[in-house]
Nanobody, 117 residues
Framework: QVQLVESGGGLVQPGGSLRLSCAVS????????MGWYRQAPGKERELVAS?????????DYRDSVKGRFTISRDNAKNTVYLQMNSLKPEDTAVYYC?????????WGQGTQVTVSS
């Protein structure tokens, strides 16, 4: 069974940075396009960034994070990352990883990111 374990969240001031990690086990990780998603209180879960399968040559971002967030993957470590810079209060949410689109039904616990002064 696929397991997803997100980490790296925390409390950061506006303008700060965080690096999120998602360790994937129970599958051949390199076969899947991956995405980072987030869900803020009272809102729908949304796709933040995506990266293609294999070498991850192709990435895409929602407009609100373009130029600030960078998604990457390390297939040897079965891990996908999200580098978040210039964080804003509106980035506050629980962040999750999954395939893109999200095929795996057992989402991880997520990692909380709070941007506040």
């Amino acid at each position: 069974q696929v397991q997803l374990v997100e980490s790296g969240g925390g409390l950061v001031q506006p303008g700060g940075s965080l690096r999120l990690s998602c360790a994937v086990s129970g599958t051949i990780f390199s076969r899947y396009a991956m995405g980072w998603y987030r869900q803020a209180p009272g809102k729908e879960r949304e796709l933040v960034a995506s990266i293609s399968a294999g070498g991850g040559d192709f990435t895409d971002y929602r407009d609100s994070v373009k130029g600030r967030f960078t998604i990457s993957r390390d297939n040897a470590k079965n891990t996908v990352y999200l580098q978040m810079n210039s964080l804003k209060p509106e980035d506050t949410a629980v962040y999750y990883c999954n395939t893109n689109p999200p095929w795996w039904t057992n989402w991880g616990q997520g990692t909380q990111v709070t941007v506040s002064s």
